[in-house]
């Protein structure tokens, strides 16, 4: 069923079948095709999958490591509202990954996840 969302265009099913790809649950570990199958979600503005390809960028796990996209793609699932993306995009930027270090924009991002409420 979820093969046949994810071919329907389904991007939550396409993100779920990456997972599985990524973290070696019901298929066998393949970062090469799970990360191929995020870029289809990501395409779509899929929020996690925008996150999760942007650590496979950073780490290079799969494809070539690229800071400057995983920064990219941890801000556009910031954007859309992901607290993860948000928290790395701060991360980013307090240390100087793929971006010009801006500690005082990081500083501000922290300060705002802390009055955020925590997601369940």
């Given at each position: 069923?979820?093969?046949?969302?994810?071919?329907?265009?389904?991007?939550?099913?396409?993100?779920?079948?990456?997972?599985?790809?990524?973290?070696?649950?019901h298929f066998?570990?393949?970062?090469?095709?799970?990360?191929?199958?995020?870029?289809?979600?990501?395409?779509?503005?899929?929020p996690e999958?925008?996150?999760?390809?942007?650590?496979?960028?950073?780490?290079?796990?799969?494809?070539?490591?690229?800071?400057?996209?995983?920064?990219?793609?941890?801000?556009?699932?910031?954007?859309?509202?992901?607290?993860?993306?948000?928290?790395?995009?701060?991360?980013?930027?307090?240390?100087?990954?793929?971006?010009?270090?801006?500690?005082?924009?990081?500083?501000?991002?922290?300060?705002?996840?802390?009055?955020?409420?925590?997601?369940?």
């Open positions: 069923m979820l093969e046949k969302a994810h071919e329907g265009g389904v991007a939550e099913a396409t993100y779920a079948l990456a997972t599985w790809y990524l973290f070696g649950k066998r570990k393949n970062w090469k095709k799970g990360n191929a199958l995020l870029r289809i979600a990501a395409e779509k503005r899929h999958a925008l996150y999760n390809l942007g650590i496979s960028y950073e780490l290079g796990k799969g494809l070539k490591k690229n800071e400057k996209v995983a920064a990219s793609l941890y801000f556009e699932a910031a954007l859309l509202g992901d607290r993860d993306g948000l928290e790395d995009t701060a991360r980013c930027f307090y240390h100087g990954i793929g971006v010009e270090k801006d500690r005082l924009f990081a500083k501000a991002i922290f300060r705002h996840l802390d009055s955020m409420p925590e997601e369940s």
